[in-house]
């Protein structure tokens, strides 16, 4: 059965802070690895990687896949209010269609 | 352009009552899934649909639990007879096709009493 852990399980950051958020993963014929970030209901679709695309950029936002380590992680720098939220891994497997999530790693940043 | 929707987006119920959740997926996306999320657990996968059928449905908790989707659009989630454990937000999501990504719905959150 695949499995995603996720750490740390919260966090607390000063705005300006950079953090770092990691995921390591446990799945028969891996396809790929998506972040997601949920505020309320809603996961907002973050990044995908895959064997083709282990390192994604967006803005302040970035993602990297390990393959060797079974492991990804999420930074992000120059953190803001906005950022808090619960960001979400997830991974599926090239045999199913189903996405298998972590719990989250719920993010808080302050003034 | 429009996202997944779903609704209700809160659905409160009594405990026995049959409940339905419906879930429009983004225009022209084959693959729809349904998950829930408990109370401060991970997103839970529960059944998947390609078209209009359901290859996938392992993750239905129990036979209370059916889902349809016609059209190779709207789904329903219905549940039968919920019980206090059923309480959770039900979250919808679509893809252009299997394994691509998936984006979700806002979500219904359901409360039995």
């Known amino acids: 059965e695949d499995k995603v852990v996720q750490s740390p399980l919260s966090l607390v950051v000063h705005e300006g802070d950079t953090v770092t958020l990691n995921c390591s993963y446990e799945v028969t014929n891996f396809r790929s690895l998506l972040w997601y970030k949920q505020e309320k209901k809603a996961p907002t679709f973050l990044f995908m990687l895959?064997?083709?695309?282990i390192e994604k950029k967006s803005g302040r936002l970035s993602s990297i896949l390990d393959k060797k380590e079974l492991s990804s992680i999420l930074n992000i720098t120059a953190t803001q209010t906005g950022d808090s939220a619960i960001y979400l891994c997830?991974?599926?497997?090239?045999?199913?269609?189903?996405?298998?999530f972590g719990t989250g790693t719920r993010l808080q940043v302050t003034l | 352009g429009a996202g997944v929707s779903q609704s209700p987006s809160n659905k409160v119920t009594e405990k026995g009552k049959d409940v339905e959740l419906r879930c429009d997926p983004i225009?022209?996306?084959?693959?729809l899934y349904w998950y829930r999320q408990s109370l401060g657990q991970g997103l839970e996968f529960l059944i998947y649909?390609?078209?209009?059928?359901?290859?996938?449905k392992s993750g239905l908790p129990s036979d209370r639990f059916s889902a349809e989707r016609t059209g190779g659009s709207v789904s329903t989630l219905t549940i039968q007879r919920t019980q206090q454990e059923d309480s959770a937000v039900y979250l919808c999501a679509s893809s252009t096709q299997r394994g691509e990504t998936q984006y979700f719905g806002p979500g219904t959150r359901l409360l039995v009493l």
């Open positions: 225009s022209g996306h084959t693959a």
């Open positions: 895959t064997s083709s695309g």
């Open positions: 649909f390609q078209g209009n059928s359901a290859p996938d």
């Open positions: 997830a991974v599926q497997s090239g045999t199913a269609s189903k996405l298998t």
